[in-house]
């Protein structure tokens, strides 16, 4: 495990809070030392470029303020996960002991997520979700001082069904990583697709994070389905485009998916993820004067296209500030602090969204086909689509 101070040791934070101590009250002291955020996110393994691209959107957002945070200076530490559920615990615990930060921004894996979850809760630090969907984070195990930026695991799947009845798609077989992120996934996809009158046909897995898929490939190509919808993101993403496409599957039957699949991995997927058809909360191709400026300002920083994860960070950031303006800095104050954040309406790349009771996005979905390594809107495929957050109380 790595932990890695960002813009100041750990030793010249503390010398030079006790030297200005000399001079100013308690409270001033607090005040005017940096606000500490933590990153737990993966740098390493299938999900390493999804960590990056949300710690880069997270950083836009924040230097679009000058990077301050309530008039604050900030003071960044980082820990690679490493989508490692054994070691989420530990992890957190460190951050949030050692390092003593007011936010951890995290996670991508919603196994890990749970280990983060756990901490946040008896805690109570402040803990910002930039992506991991895991549906008890934000319904039974909901918690004021927990905030998701993303999606539950069920949202972008359950508007899939629709999409495929409307192209005549009858039969389907699912297939999916077997952790939670796949199994919430299938959960909507399951709901949505027979709702529309769909029948799923077989439902197959792999152990996270494999991508060893050529057995069962095999035998979809067998059971001759009119579809497969999927769940995967990240490096394992662009395996499975590749392998879909080179065991000729591509050609006649249709691949749909929650839109991670085509995230971020459209340069390494090449002409193997043509044509397929996803439901997700942005498009690269977002026809607005907002996604066009933050594509242009992130392309030009970091030298690379955002992606979906981008703007989860971005927003995540831009959540982060609503909050620390509205406690005027003071992350004690944590009434200010989560009333900033309740009513937040969130003016992001993927169009406004606002957040719901259980603390998770309501947005829209859209759906999106890839052409020319590019998820183009062809549609909508919900408007202001919410959780349910079943079993939410805020205590
Ligand atoms: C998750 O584990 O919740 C997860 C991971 C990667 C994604 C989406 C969800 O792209």
Redesign the pocket.
Known sequence: MTTRRLVLTRSAAVIGAASTGLLLPQIARAQSAKVRVGFMLPYTGT?AQ?GVAIENGFMMALAEQGGKLGGREIEFFKVDDESSPPKAIENATRLVQRDKVDVLVGT????V?MGIHKVARESGVLNLIP????HIATRAQCAPNVYRTSFS?SQPTRALGKAMMDRGHKKAVWITWN???GEEAYEGFEEGYTAAGGTIIKKLGVPFPNVEFQALLTEIASLKPDAVACFF??GGAAKFLRDYAAAGLNKNIQLYGSG?LT?GVLEAAGPAADGVLTTMHYSDSLDTPRNKQFRLEYAKTFKAQPDVYAVQGYDTGLLLIKGANGAKGDFSNKKALYAAMDGAVIDSPRGKWTMSPSHNPIQDMYLRKVENKENKVIGIAGKAVADPGTGCRMS
């Open positions: 999900f999804l991508v894996h919603s196994g997520q992506n991991a969907g895991v695991n952790y939670a992120a993101a990240g991670f995230e």
